[in-house]
């Protein structure tokens, strides 16, 4: 990827390497923290070189009456006005220069304290694009924004403090092939996806070749989200329970899962430490009356947690279970928890996923199996 802004642009660091001396580099790093408990060269999963992020977010500068996309620049000290953002996918690409010609165009409605713009794509060209104002939002901008609908072929979103406005729908669809079956997600533009969709497939296709070695059994899983990886792996296992802690993850889950038509998970909204005290009993949860959770016999677990790794009481959890599948956004705090976790099983495969090119960023999976 070539980009005019490298250099001056704090979104990616990387830009002086090529991008398989990237690949390297990030595999050489997570090899590293592997290391202590891997053997074994993880399998490493490109991303395209660009035209890859299907997220992405861009402050507005204001100078005089003109409004430009910025950035945060390189010595995050402030920030840099850009032209160009060859990251983004074709969906977003096409979209987000016209959107900004007609915000500069507009008679001050569109562009009056608008201070960013959020965009969420598919694959198959549908677009969400949230406008952030410090300013009320009233029946002026709804009318410009329907007519910028239009324009765009995409849904148009407004928020204000303590106010969001939906034109039409505050949701985009999203169809994948994973191992070799279409499944569909609607992602709201609140909750989290998953930024790269073509290492999202990688992603989940490497976690399923793992569910497949087991092939039998319950599954849990914690930091559920949307379904991401819930809906494939699914087809694995007899039953699934799978948990987590927001509001609209869960119902987009919900959503998800009748879209796709699988009848054997249970959503629970619950945070991963709660998850862990009822399955040991310790606490009772109202929002899991009527799931008997003694009837469940897990041989897989399947957690993605945030940056800060796993907290002591589900690792505790986890450690009683055959066969784990640990995806992480970190890699030292992946090695933080494996050293707990080889204590009690041994890990048979790794890999790195590269989400974010041109970034220090990785990801890293590992599949533990019980010594």
């Not at 002026?140 to 324009?151: N, P, S, T, V």
């Not at 009356?289 to 790794?309: C, E, H, N």
């Not at 986890?318 to 030292?332: K, L, T, V």
Request: net charge negative.
């Amino acid at each position: 990827m070539i980009c005019k802004h490298f250099g001056t642009c704090g979104s990616c660091g990387l830009y002086e390497k090529s991008y398989a001396q990237q690949l390297e580099y990030k595999q050489e790093k997570a090899s590293a923290l592997l290391a202590p408990f891997y053997s074994g060269s993880p399998e490493v999963f490109d991303s395209p070189d660009s035209h890859y992020r299907a997220r992405a977010e861009f402050r507005i500068w204001h100078e005089g009456e003109r409004c430009d996309y910025a950035m945060g620049n390189i010595e995050k000290n402030g920030a840099v006005t850009i032209e160009e953002c060859p990251k983004v996918i074709e969906p977003i690409q096409k979209r987000m220069w016209r959107l900004l010609e007609r915000i500069n165009a507009s008679s001050g409605v569109l562009k009056n304290r608008l201070f960013a713009v959020e965009f969420l794509a598919t694959t198959t060209d549908e677009c969400l694009i949230t406008m952030l104002y410090h300013r009320k939002l009233d029946e002026a901008w709804r009318e410009e924004a329907r007519i910028l609908e239009q324009e765009l072929g995409a849904r148009i979103l407004g928020r204000s403090r303590k106010q969001k406005m939906v034109l039409s729908e505050e949701f985009v669809t999203e169809e994948l092939q994973i191992d070799g079956k279409p499944f569909r997600y609607v992602q709201y533009e609140s909750g989290f996806t998953q930024p790269n969709p073509a290492v999202n497939v990688k992603m989940i296709e490497w976690a399923i070749r793992q569910a497949k070695k087991v092939g039998q059994g319950d599954f849990l899983e914690s930091y559920c989200g949307l379904g991401n990886f819930t809906l494939p792996l699914s087809h694995y296992f007899e039953r699934v329970l799978a948990t987590e802690i927001s509001k609209r993850s869960i119902q987009a889950a919900l959503q998800n899962c009748a879209l796709n038509h699988i009848e054997n998970i249970t959503f629970a909204r619950l945070a991963s430490e709660e998850m862990t005290e009822a399955l040991q009993g310790k606490r009772e949860f109202n929002r899991l009356q009527g799931i008997d959770l003694k009837s469940y016999d897990f041989s897989t677990v399947l957690v993605d947690p945030p940056r800060a790794g796993l907290d002591e009481g589900t690792i505790a959890l986890i450690s009683g279970i055959e066969h784990i599948i640990y995806i992480s956004c970190n890699p030292e705090t992946l090695a933080r928890d494996l050293e707990t976790l080889t204590q009690t099983h041994e890990v048979i495969e790794a890999a790195i996923y590269d989400q974010f090119p041109h970034t220090d960023h990785v990801e890293s999976g590992v599949f533990l199996k019980k010594k």
